[in-house]
């Protein structure tokens, strides 16, 4: 179907450039609104590699953990004021949301 292939590349383009992305060197060991920066990261990130590695579906477990992640990246963005903090954060909000949308 057209419109899961664009999805699927839009998921794939945004997981790249996070791939390619270096975590913001000022948040490593951070916690913002009571959320650890890298774990934010890093279960997003690995909900999101799940999600592509199972043909764009996830578990029930896996959809729960990336709908808290989003609402505390929705804590998180408005005390981020760096551009490349803004920049990574904000790609990974959109990834966490077209995967949970899509999973």
Same mark, same amino acid.
């Given at each position: 179907?057209?419109?899961? /292939?664009?999805?699927?590349?839009?998921?794939?383009?945004? !997981?790249?450039? &996070? =791939?390619?992305?270096?975590?913001?060197?000022? =948040? $490593? #060991?951070?916690? +913002?609104?009571?959320?650890?920066?890298?774990?934010?990261?890093?279960?997003?990130? #690995?909900?999101? /590699?799940? !999600?592509?590695?199972? #043909?764009?579906? =996830?578990?029930? !477990? $896996? &959809?729960?953990? +990336? &709908? #808290?992640?989003?609402?505390? @990246?929705?804590?998180? @963005?408005?005390?981020?004021?760096?551009?490349?903090? +803004? $920049?990574?954060? $904000?790609? =990974?909000?959109?990834?966490?949301?077209?995967?949970?949308?899509?999973?």
């Amino acid at each position: 179907m057209r419109g899961e /292939s664009e999805y699927e590349a839009v998921v794939d383009r945004l !997981w790249q450039e &996070h =791939l390619d992305a270096a975590f913001p060197a000022g =948040l $490593r #060991g951070a916690e +913002l609104a009571g959320h650890d920066m890298v774990m934010l990261d890093a279960d997003v990130a #690995g909900c999101v /590699s799940t !999600w592509r590695d199972n #043909g764009g579906s =996830l578990d029930a !477990w $896996r &959809h729960q953990v +990336l &709908h #808290g992640r989003i609402a505390a @990246l929705e804590k998180v @963005l408005p005390l981020l004021t760096d551009a490349q903090e +803004l $920049r990574y954060f $904000r790609r =990974l909000r959109r990834l966490a949301a077209l995967t949970a949308e899509a999973g």
